[in-house]
């Protein structure tokens, strides 16, 4: 069966609420989801006096616009800036941004015409249950892994190599599924830790709907870098 992706935009005006403005730092990322990429000039203009550094920054992975966000796509962000701008409703792709990069995220919703503000402390037990699961991670013997079908979620290869090689006295058993359900993962009670390696939100949003410890494959990959850099 062939999937289609269409995308929908919102037809509506955006203006900043001036508290929001005055709270922003001077040097920015910008980023919404594809339903509002035709509000970015319209914010481009309400924020002359920022630096907004997208211009500076290569496409995160999968998306197909400078200031696209995709929860697939979110990582660590090698340039200098001081705080994110987030236009868009939900919490799932700030909090991602800030996971990944310890900055603060600012973010407004253009239907609630409400803004807030998401730091560090924030997300600390989200931090904490990514921390418990790589700890069951390294005591388990029976690994899952989680892999989805879907566009943008794929596996990626090398990164399960990497992993296989590093951890070669564990058992791993790959779950592949367009979609991936913390019930039906109930009949595999073998399984001590599952590793996701599809949308990030699994292990953060939908974490307490599993029955075990779900890691986050880049959790998992950033500890394998930090244990060698420690080695050399």
Known sequence: MKVFFVEGRYKGNLILPLELIKELPDRLLLFTTVQYLDLIDQVKEQLKDKQILNDYLDLLPHSKYKYQVLG???????????????IGDGFFHPKALVLKNNKPCFCYNPIQENFFKITSKDIEKITKKQQGALIKF?????????MSTKFGQRWNQ???????????????????????????LQDFNYIEVFVNTACPRIALDDYSQ??????NISTLLEFIELEKQQKN
Not at 138 to 146: A, D, P, Q, T, V
Not at 210 to 215: E, I
Request: proline share 2%.
């Open 72 to 86: 697939c796509g979110i990582k660590k962000i090698n340039i200098d800036f001081d705080a994110f701008l987030y």
């Open 138 to 146: 390294i005591e388990s013997k029976n690994i899952g892994i989680l």
């Open 158 to 184: 090398e990164e399960l190599e990497k992993i296989e090689s590093k951890f070669n006295d564990k058992n791993f058993y790959y779950l592949i599924s367009d979609e991936i359900s913390a019930q039906r």
């Open 210 to 215: 599993f029955t075990k410890p779900v890691l």
